[in-house]
């Protein structure tokens, strides 16, 4: 092993950042243009080339059809879900459904799996740090939300393996977060990390010592995010643009992106600036040909009425994590902010307010995760670190049974790895086969929970109802990812699997992917030429 | 059993145990370690300078010193090679070439320290006393996940031999879980002290709907003053969750015999009288198309 190089890789939702470790500090990698942070936007472009990263993001609006952004909303869900339906109504994209109701995207006649688009994104962060490094880079360790559920982190697994990379650990973006606070510093604290994202909310309690980080609570929302306040911003545009022209713009894709580059623009220079002028230059036509231009000011007093509620949001989750970490927050030395929203003002505020405590300085929302991640990378590969984090499985993990209901295996906050059992019997006289359902939420009955997959088991003795008896064994390693198991307790007949169902990927479809990735050609990257481009 | 052992005039010990775990975080002392001339395919892997020396340090006298503490008898053996089988994996970044030897002696270790945690209680793996507070347990829990945390031989080869360790500290995660939460440690402690020591070992949750309907159900058989009230009233609540509503009927209405006044026989009495107006109703359509 030549080559002991591991990249930390933040795997955002709108940006990525990625950093290693070099002299014992974590360094961003910078790309040819000196950019930290990449969009997590994938182009694909006529020629059969593909753009990945900020010159893609330009693309959203000019080829919108075929530019896919926010995948990480979507990786590892189900096709039927919520969120797959919400993105259909407003992403440019394509969003079609694949095998075993997993979510597959369109492009220029192609589908494409989730991990596939994410394995993109990855490819460009990965041939950024071999062209600064001069090496080639094999490891990685990949971040994800705490509150990402099992068929989540598994999909984002899938994702690196298919960029070639080898993924070390996935670990949780507030770990990540407090790791780069207080690696090496020798501290005794308990701290918050409040993590706003593009598409999702963590919040994680961690009590960090010289050589122990360990969570004690993890609570989230994954459906909430600085997207959320661009909609607010683009929905109060579009009304305001009806009332004064009879005109809805969220009925042509093209003036929704529009709008939502708008929003998103608007959201930033008010939190810098506490005002936005919004000027949208030629965003439709009327029935009579006229061409309207958009123009609108954003107060910041108006801005935080219009997403107040949503702030409001991340603190029910807050009190959620106290409580489970059984804590007030008077008891909190430190606050960390992670992800670009928390830059503004009413996000500040409210967090001062809320912890009586000032959020620590001096510490970049969008590159933090992504150093706490190369420390860990480094820490795995190295004999010499004492540093070791305990983290926490964000959700219970649930069994179905009979009517509809589940019956909780591990509660959520359970420090990992650990593994338990629970005997479950039959429901019927000569029953030949169980279906083991597995369930990822906090409801008893299945409806309400998230159903990461079921496998079947069978083989095991016939006998009446109640009385054959089966182990099922649940085993949640490192990387939050869940292994199940059943043994029937009378034979000893054993089955296993590592449930995947919603990234919908097999072995055989990873390698299949691994192999159309490396056939990828990424445009504008200098590095390509060390890569064998296949003619398109 | 431990208990007898634990000698409980713990109290002012607290007071001296953080400085004994924090004492060999002081990296230069592996002289202390006994068990460093342990294993024989260790002496090869050179190549680490310092590090593979100083790295075992913190684990093994914690390890040791902790021993008398929990006492029993046939939990201290495995314990001493534990940590020498944690030394000799973190100094060999690539053992292949040491053979098959040291990673087959290292696993037998790891597999009797399995073995020998098979018959542990959770403050036996953990190494605490039963009246250890929060603050030791945590404590105890940092210093085993020192030893033992899988990350620490991330970079092993074997990958038999690690998924052992992983074994080995997912058992301790869990002591911890269990033992932090003082309603699951009171718990577990009435269990463990009980007949089935051996079979509650590991702790086994309540099911979630079982306890529900338990205290339901009990506090429903409560309701009642004279004994045969209450002895129909539960016969009829089970006829009921049958579904034979005439059963429950005949009981219910025999408890309301007992005691008249109390509402709630007659509550469910009414129910089972609906269910059977329901059936009836039901049928009787029937009837009358025939």
Partial sequence: MADEIAIGIDLGTSYSCAAIVENGHPIVIPNEWGDLTHASVVSFLDNGTVLVGNNAKKNIITNSECTVYSAKRLIGRFYFSDEVKKAQAVMPYQIVEGENNSVRILVRGKKYSLPEISALVLKEIKEIAESHLGHPVQKAVVTVPAYFNDNQRQATKDAGR???????????????????????????????????????????????????????????????????????IMKWLAEDFLGKTGLDLRENKYCLQMLKDAGEKAKIDVGRN?????????????????????????????????????????????????????????EIDAVIMVGGPTRLPVIRNGVRHYFQKEPL??????????????????????????TFLVDVTP????????????????????????????????????????KIRVYQGESNRAEDCEMLGEFEFSGFRI???????????????????????????????????????SSGLTEADIQRSIQANRAIHLAGRASAAAMPALPG | MAPPQDSSPKPPKP??????????????????????????????????????????APNTPVLLRRTPASGSGPVAPPRVPAPSVVRSISGTPGPSSAGAAPGAAQGAQLEALLAAMEAQDYFQILKVEKSANPGEIKRAFHRVSRAYHPDRYYQLVDARLKEKIMRVYKRMT??????????????????????????????????????KMAVKKQAEEQIGTTPKGRQFYAAGLFELEAQRWSAAERSLKIAVTFEPSNARYKEKLAEAQRKIYEEMKQKGESFKIK
């Fill in chain 1, 162 to 232: 298919i960029a070639g990379l080898e993924v070390l650990r996935i670990i949780n973006e507030p770990t990540a977060a407090a790791l780069a606070y207080g690696f090496g510093k020798a501290l005794n604290q308990k701290i918050v990390v409040y993590d706003l994202g593009g598409g999702t909310f963590d919040i994680s309690i961690l009590e960090i010592g010289k050589e122990v980080f360990e969570v004690l609570a993890t609570a989230g929302d994954t459906y909430l995010g600085g997207d959320d306040f661009d909609d607010r």
């Fill in chain 1, 274 to 330: 506490g005002e936005a002028e919004i000027f949208c230059g030629a965003i439709c036509q009327d029935p009579e040909g006229r061409v309207m231009d958009l123009r609108a000011t954003l107060k910041e007093e108006q801005f935080n009425k219009m997403v107040g509620d949503l702030v409001q949001r991340t603190f029910k989750v807050c009190d959620e994590a106290l409580m489970s970490a059984r804590m007030t927050a008077a």
């Fill in chain 1, 361 to 386: 300085e001096g510490i970049d929302p969008d590159q933090v995760v992504a150093m706490g991640a190369a420390l860990q990378a480094h820490t795995l590969l190295s004999n010499s670190s004492d």
């Fill in chain 1, 395 to 434: 959700l219970s993990l649930r069994v179905g049974t009979v009517g509809g209901y589940t019956e909780r295996i591990i509660e959520k906050n359970t420090p990992i790895p650990i593994d338990k059992s629970k005997t479950f019997t039959t429901s019927r006289d000569g029953q030949e086969k169980v």
């Fill in chain 1, 463 to 501: 006998g009446y109802r109640g009385e054959v008896r089966i182990d099922v064994t649940f085993e949640i390693n490192t990387d939050g990812i869940v292994k199940v198991s059943a043994t029937d307790l009378a034979t000893g007949k054993k089955t296993s699997t590592t449930i995947s169902l």
């Fill in chain 2, 15 to 56: 007071a001296a145990k953080p400085p004994a775990t924090v004492t060999p975080a002081v990296k230069p002392s592996p002289a202390t370690s006994p068990t460093k001339p342990a294993p024989p395919g260790v002496a090869s892997p050179a190549a680490k300078s310092p590090e593979p020396t100083r790295h075992p």
């Fill in chain 2, 174 to 211: 869990e002591a911890y879980y269990v033992l932090r939460d003082d309603a699951k440690r009171d718990r577990y402690i009435a269990d463990i002290e009980g007949p089935d020591r051996a079979q509650k070992l590991r702790f086994t949750e309540v099911a979630e709907v079982e306890t």
